[in-house]
Protein backbone atom coordinates (compact mmCIF):
# COMPACT_ATOMS: atom_id res chain seq x y z
CA UNK A 1 0.00 0.00 0.00
CA UNK A 2 1.49 3.52 -0.89
CA UNK A 3 0.56 6.02 2.15
CA UNK A 4 2.34 9.29 2.38
CA UNK A 5 2.95 11.19 5.49
CA UNK A 6 1.17 10.22 8.70
CA UNK A 7 -1.97 8.52 8.74
CA UNK A 8 -5.20 9.22 11.32
CA UNK A 9 -7.98 7.03 11.69
CA UNK A 10 -10.83 6.66 14.65
CA UNK A 11 -9.58 3.90 16.89
CA UNK A 12 -12.81 1.90 15.98
CA UNK A 13 -11.62 1.65 12.56
CA UNK A 14 -8.52 -0.19 13.78
CA UNK A 15 -9.52 -3.36 11.68
CA UNK A 16 -10.38 -1.57 8.45
CA UNK A 17 -8.00 -1.30 5.49
CA UNK A 18 -7.26 2.42 5.41
CA UNK A 19 -7.64 4.24 1.82
CA UNK A 20 -5.63 7.38 1.95
CA UNK A 21 -7.67 9.19 -0.70
CA UNK A 22 -6.77 12.86 -0.31
CA UNK A 23 -3.81 14.17 1.32
CA UNK A 24 -4.52 16.15 4.25
CA UNK A 25 -7.11 18.19 5.46
CA UNK A 26 -9.68 21.27 3.66
CA UNK A 27 -9.54 23.03 6.60
CA UNK A 28 -6.59 22.45 8.47
CA UNK A 29 -6.87 25.95 10.33
CA UNK A 30 -8.38 24.37 13.64
CA UNK A 31 -5.97 25.54 16.81
CA UNK A 32 -6.24 22.46 18.69
CA UNK A 33 -5.40 19.96 15.73
CA UNK A 34 -2.06 18.61 14.55
CA UNK A 35 -2.47 15.86 12.88
CA UNK A 36 -2.02 17.49 9.23
CA UNK A 37 0.00 20.52 9.73
CA UNK A 38 2.64 18.83 7.60
CA UNK A 39 0.36 18.57 4.89
CA UNK A 40 -0.68 20.64 1.15
CA UNK A 41 -4.20 19.33 0.82
CA UNK A 42 -5.10 17.68 -2.74
CA UNK A 43 -7.29 15.25 -3.63
CA UNK A 44 -5.05 11.84 -5.11
CA UNK A 45 -5.77 11.10 -8.81
CA UNK A 46 -8.51 8.79 -9.21
CA UNK A 47 -6.44 6.60 -10.86
CA UNK A 48 -3.51 6.28 -8.14
CA UNK A 49 -6.66 5.68 -5.60
CA UNK A 50 -7.99 2.71 -8.01
CA UNK A 51 -4.40 1.04 -8.36
CA UNK A 52 -4.03 1.28 -4.45
CA UNK A 53 -7.12 -0.98 -3.98
CA UNK A 54 -6.27 -3.30 -6.90
CA UNK A 55 -3.10 -3.58 -4.81
CA UNK A 56 -5.27 -4.35 -1.58
CA UNK A 57 -6.87 -6.75 -2.97
CA UNK A 58 -3.85 -8.84 -3.96
CA UNK A 59 -2.30 -8.23 -0.36
CA UNK A 60 -5.35 -8.93 1.94
CA UNK A 61 -7.83 -10.33 0.31
CA UNK A 62 -11.75 -9.47 0.32
CA UNK A 63 -12.39 -7.04 3.04
CA UNK A 64 -15.23 -6.08 4.90
CA UNK A 65 -14.06 -2.30 6.19
CA UNK A 66 -12.64 0.31 4.23
CA UNK A 67 -12.00 4.14 5.94
CA UNK A 68 -11.29 6.63 3.73
CA UNK A 69 -8.25 8.84 4.67
CA UNK A 70 -6.72 11.74 4.80
CA UNK A 71 -8.86 14.02 7.04
CA UNK A 72 -12.18 15.21 5.61
CA UNK A 73 -12.59 12.32 2.70
CA UNK A 74 -16.13 14.11 2.09
CA UNK A 75 -14.55 17.23 0.37
CA UNK A 76 -13.81 14.90 -2.87
CA UNK A 77 -16.00 15.52 -5.47
CA UNK A 78 -19.53 13.06 -5.39
CA UNK A 79 -18.69 11.65 -8.97
CA UNK A 80 -15.42 10.62 -8.23
CA UNK A 81 -16.15 9.72 -4.39
CA UNK A 82 -18.41 6.72 -5.90
CA UNK A 83 -16.59 5.95 -8.49
CA UNK A 84 -14.06 5.18 -5.39
CA UNK A 85 -16.98 3.60 -3.61
CA UNK A 86 -18.01 1.76 -7.11
CA UNK A 87 -14.18 0.28 -7.50
CA UNK A 88 -14.14 -1.00 -3.54
CA UNK A 89 -17.57 -2.43 -4.09
CA UNK A 90 -16.10 -4.18 -6.99
CA UNK A 91 -13.18 -5.56 -5.53
CA UNK A 92 -13.88 -6.25 -2.21
CA UNK A 93 -17.57 -8.62 -2.64
CA UNK A 94 -17.93 -9.02 1.33
CA UNK A 95 -17.44 -4.75 1.90
CA UNK A 96 -20.16 -4.26 4.38
CA UNK A 97 -18.59 -0.50 5.79
CA UNK A 98 -16.78 2.57 4.42
CA UNK A 99 -16.25 5.38 6.47
CA UNK A 100 -14.53 8.82 6.49
CA UNK A 101 -13.71 11.57 9.14
CA UNK A 102 -16.19 14.71 7.16
CA UNK A 103 -15.88 18.71 8.15
CA UNK A 104 -18.87 20.34 8.37
CA UNK A 105 -18.14 22.53 5.77
CA UNK A 106 -17.63 20.36 3.25
CA UNK A 107 -20.88 18.21 4.42
CA UNK A 108 -22.89 21.35 4.10
CA UNK A 109 -21.53 21.57 0.55
CA UNK A 110 -23.02 18.55 -0.25
CA UNK A 111 -26.53 18.41 -1.84
CA UNK A 112 -28.99 15.91 0.48
CA UNK A 113 -29.04 14.26 -2.59
CA UNK A 114 -25.55 13.66 -2.66
CA UNK A 115 -25.23 12.42 0.72
CA UNK A 116 -28.07 10.26 0.27
CA UNK A 117 -26.32 9.06 -2.88
CA UNK A 118 -23.26 8.20 -1.34
CA UNK A 119 -24.85 6.68 1.49
CA UNK A 120 -26.64 4.22 -1.09
CA UNK A 121 -23.32 3.35 -2.54
CA UNK A 122 -22.02 2.43 0.72
CA UNK A 123 -20.17 5.66 2.45
CA UNK A 124 -22.38 5.43 5.48
CA UNK A 125 -20.46 5.67 8.67
CA UNK A 126 -18.99 9.39 8.97
CA UNK A 127 -16.87 10.90 12.36
CA UNK A 128 -17.76 14.36 12.62
CA UNK A 129 -15.65 16.61 14.95
CA UNK A 130 -18.32 18.56 16.68
CA UNK A 131 -15.88 19.35 19.38
CA UNK A 132 -18.12 21.78 21.30
CA UNK A 133 -21.95 22.89 21.33
CA UNK A 134 -20.85 26.62 21.74
CA UNK A 135 -20.97 28.62 19.42
CA UNK A 136 -18.26 31.62 20.56
CA UNK A 137 -16.15 28.77 21.37
CA UNK A 138 -16.38 27.17 17.55
CA UNK A 139 -15.18 30.12 16.25
CA UNK A 140 -12.24 30.45 18.66
CA UNK A 141 -10.28 27.47 18.04
CA UNK A 142 -11.61 28.31 13.97
CA UNK A 143 -13.51 25.77 13.23
CA UNK A 144 -14.85 27.32 10.09
CA UNK A 145 -18.56 26.68 11.48
CA UNK A 146 -20.90 28.25 14.12
CA UNK A 147 -23.06 26.00 16.46
CA UNK A 148 -26.17 26.11 14.10
CA UNK A 149 -24.17 25.12 11.00
CA UNK A 150 -22.15 22.39 12.84
CA UNK A 151 -25.92 21.09 14.30
CA UNK A 152 -26.99 21.30 10.27
CA UNK A 153 -24.13 19.14 9.61
CA UNK A 154 -24.92 16.39 11.86
CA UNK A 155 -28.79 16.81 10.69
CA UNK A 156 -28.40 16.30 7.30
CA UNK A 157 -25.67 13.17 7.90
CA UNK A 158 -28.07 11.70 10.00
CA UNK A 159 -31.34 12.71 7.70
CA UNK A 160 -29.94 11.01 4.69
CA UNK A 161 -29.44 7.74 6.45
CA UNK A 162 -25.39 7.40 7.29
CA UNK A 163 -24.02 6.38 10.73
CA UNK A 164 -23.01 9.70 12.56
CA UNK A 165 -20.16 9.35 15.41
CA UNK A 166 -19.99 12.97 17.14
CA UNK A 167 -16.64 13.60 18.69
CA UNK A 168 -16.40 15.91 21.32
CA UNK A 169 -13.42 17.34 23.78
CA UNK A 170 -13.14 17.94 26.79
CA UNK A 171 -11.82 20.84 28.21
CA UNK A 172 -11.71 22.66 24.83
CA UNK A 173 -12.31 26.37 27.01
CA UNK A 174 -9.47 25.79 29.26
CA UNK A 175 -9.72 26.87 33.08
CA UNK A 176 -12.59 29.13 34.37
CA UNK A 177 -16.09 29.85 34.15
CA UNK A 178 -16.17 28.95 29.71
CA UNK A 179 -15.58 25.19 30.92
CA UNK A 180 -19.05 25.15 32.43
CA UNK A 181 -20.95 26.18 29.44
CA UNK A 182 -18.75 24.32 27.09
CA UNK A 183 -20.30 21.51 28.56
CA UNK A 184 -23.70 22.29 28.68
CA UNK A 185 -23.85 23.58 25.14
CA UNK A 186 -22.21 20.28 24.20
CA UNK A 187 -25.35 18.43 25.89
CA UNK A 188 -27.91 20.94 24.25
CA UNK A 189 -25.76 19.73 20.80
CA UNK A 190 -25.63 16.66 21.02
CA UNK A 191 -30.25 16.86 22.12
CA UNK A 192 -30.76 18.15 18.99
CA UNK A 193 -28.48 16.67 17.15
CA UNK A 194 -28.98 12.98 18.11
CA UNK A 195 -25.88 10.91 16.42
CA UNK A 196 -25.51 7.67 16.96
CA UNK A 197 -22.05 7.64 18.97
CA UNK A 198 -20.83 10.13 20.94
CA UNK A 199 -16.98 10.02 21.44
CA UNK A 200 -15.42 12.41 24.01
CA UNK A 201 -11.78 12.89 24.09
CA UNK A 202 -9.60 15.23 25.91
CA UNK A 203 -7.89 18.16 25.34
CA UNK A 204 -3.97 17.22 24.49
CA UNK A 205 -1.79 19.95 23.26
CA UNK A 206 0.78 19.52 20.88
CA UNK A 207 3.34 21.13 19.56
CA UNK A 208 3.51 23.10 16.52
CA UNK A 209 -0.17 24.07 16.94
CA UNK A 210 -1.89 27.63 17.70
CA UNK A 211 -3.76 25.91 21.06
CA UNK A 212 -0.22 24.84 22.40
CA UNK A 213 1.48 28.21 21.94
CA UNK A 214 -1.45 29.67 23.65
CA UNK A 215 -0.25 27.27 26.50
CA UNK A 216 3.67 28.45 26.44
CA UNK A 217 2.59 31.92 26.17
CA UNK A 218 0.21 31.35 29.22
CA UNK A 219 -2.71 32.40 27.67
CA UNK A 220 -4.39 28.60 27.73
CA UNK A 221 -4.63 26.86 31.13
CA UNK A 222 -5.14 23.58 30.52
CA UNK A 223 -7.59 21.41 32.78
CA UNK A 224 -6.83 19.05 35.62
CA UNK A 225 -8.06 15.29 35.59
CA UNK A 226 -10.74 16.45 37.94
CA UNK A 227 -11.75 19.38 36.25
CA UNK A 228 -12.34 17.22 33.21
CA UNK A 229 -14.30 14.43 34.60
CA UNK A 230 -16.35 17.57 36.34
CA UNK A 231 -16.95 18.64 32.46
CA UNK A 232 -17.72 15.23 31.25
CA UNK A 233 -20.28 14.97 34.21
CA UNK A 234 -21.81 18.23 33.69
CA UNK A 235 -22.40 17.07 29.76
CA UNK A 236 -23.40 13.81 30.37
CA UNK A 237 -26.48 15.33 32.68
CA UNK A 238 -27.54 17.58 30.07
CA UNK A 239 -27.88 15.13 27.41
CA UNK A 240 -31.46 13.96 27.71
CA UNK A 241 -31.20 12.21 24.26
CA UNK A 242 -32.12 8.42 24.14
CA UNK A 243 -30.06 5.46 22.40
CA UNK A 244 -26.81 7.56 21.72
CA UNK A 245 -23.47 5.40 22.44
CA UNK A 246 -21.16 6.89 24.72
CA UNK A 247 -17.58 6.18 24.06
CA UNK A 248 -15.36 7.55 26.58
CA UNK A 249 -12.20 5.10 25.95
CA UNK A 250 -10.32 7.13 24.04
CA UNK A 251 -6.47 7.33 25.28
CA UNK A 252 -6.25 11.09 25.81
CA UNK A 253 -9.49 10.12 28.58
CA UNK A 254 -8.24 10.05 32.24
CA UNK A 255 -11.37 7.87 33.08
CA UNK A 256 -12.14 5.28 30.23
CA UNK A 257 -15.88 5.20 31.05
CA UNK A 258 -18.60 3.84 28.05
CA UNK A 259 -22.12 3.06 28.01
CA UNK A 260 -25.06 3.93 26.46
CA UNK A 261 -27.73 7.06 26.98
CA UNK A 262 -30.13 6.55 28.85
CA UNK A 263 -29.60 3.34 29.63
CA UNK A 264 -26.25 3.73 31.49
CA UNK A 265 -26.18 7.25 32.60
CA UNK A 266 -27.24 6.69 35.72
CA UNK A 267 -24.38 4.22 36.21
CA UNK A 268 -21.67 6.10 34.43
CA UNK A 269 -22.08 9.15 36.58
CA UNK A 270 -22.14 7.48 39.75
CA UNK A 271 -18.17 6.25 38.81
CA UNK A 272 -17.65 9.96 37.80
CA UNK A 273 -19.04 11.30 41.16
CA UNK A 274 -17.06 8.96 43.23
CA UNK A 275 -13.81 9.67 41.31
CA UNK A 276 -14.52 13.41 41.86
CA UNK A 277 -15.85 12.78 45.40
CA UNK A 278 -13.06 10.50 46.82
CA UNK A 279 -10.25 11.97 44.50
CA UNK A 280 -8.79 8.58 44.09
CA UNK A 281 -6.17 8.68 40.86
CA UNK A 282 -6.13 4.79 40.90
CA UNK A 283 -9.35 5.28 38.95
CA UNK A 284 -7.43 7.60 36.49
CA UNK A 285 -5.14 6.94 33.68
CA UNK A 286 -1.81 8.48 34.35
CA UNK A 287 -0.27 11.00 32.08
CA UNK A 288 2.26 8.33 30.71
CA UNK A 289 -0.46 6.01 29.68
CA UNK A 290 -2.16 8.72 27.93
CA UNK A 291 -2.54 9.82 24.54
CA UNK A 292 -3.31 10.56 20.98
Not at 16 to 26: D, H, K, N, V
Not at 108 to 134: I, Q
Amino acid sequence: MRYEGNIFRPFSEANSYLLQCTIGCSHNQCTFCGMYKDKHYRVRPLQEIKEDIQMARKYYGDVEKVFLCDGDAIAIDTEILLEILDCLKQNFPSLRHVGCYVGPNSTLAKTPSELAALRAAGLKKAYLGVETGDDQLLREVKKGVGAAEMLEAGRRLIQAGWNLSAMVLLGLAGKGPRSHEHALATGRMINEMRPHYLAALTVTPVPGTVLYRQVQRGEFWVLDPFETLEEMKIMLEAITADSIKFVGAHASNYLPISGTLQKDKEDMLKIIEHVLTTRDTRYLRSENMRGL
